[in-house]
């Protein structure tokens, strides 16, 4: 397996619905906050699923260049399904991973007093969820 590196952030659904209340709650009109959890580079996230899983780590990593590639073909060979199926990447996931997405998000824990679960419980909820709903066999 590849993957492509970069900084994102990853953030609980749960943490996400709560902000949503805390904002409905405390928030004032018109204001935007950012709601995000750990900054992480996309190799770190994939070391620590593996490392809790007991899975292998991607071996190969794909320069941008590669990877963009690797998405249009993959857009191609999904929308030429029948019915149009879902790539395995995307063009706007490569842009988004390759140009990176790290976010502060003080302001969410200033104003409306917002603080999220530590990603490695976000990793096994979500493992737990995708295994609950057949995506993963173990």
Not at 17 to 24: P, W, Y
Request: net charge neutral.
């Amino acid at each position: 397996e590849a993957y492509v590196d970069g900084n994102i952030n990853v953030v609980d659904a749960r943490d996400v619905a709560l902000a949503h209340v805390a904002a409905a709650q405390k928030g004032r009109s018109g204001e935007r906050t950012i709601i995000g959890g750990t900054n992480v580079r996309v190799e770190e996230l994939f070391s620590r699923v593996a490392r809790r899983f007991e899975m292998p780590m991607p071996t190969r990593r794909l320069e941008p260049d590669e990877a963009l590639a690797f998405a249009i073909a993959e857009e191609a060979r999904a929308s030429a399904e029948k019915p149009p199926g879902r790539p395995k990447l995307s063009r706007e996931m490569v842009e988004l991973i390759v140009h990176g997405q790290f976010v502060d998000c003080g302001k969410a824990a200033r104003d409306l007093g917002i603080t999220t679960r530590p990603l490695d419980d976000t990793i096994s909820a979500a493992h737990m969820w995708y295994r609950a709903n057949g995506y993963l066999k173990r």
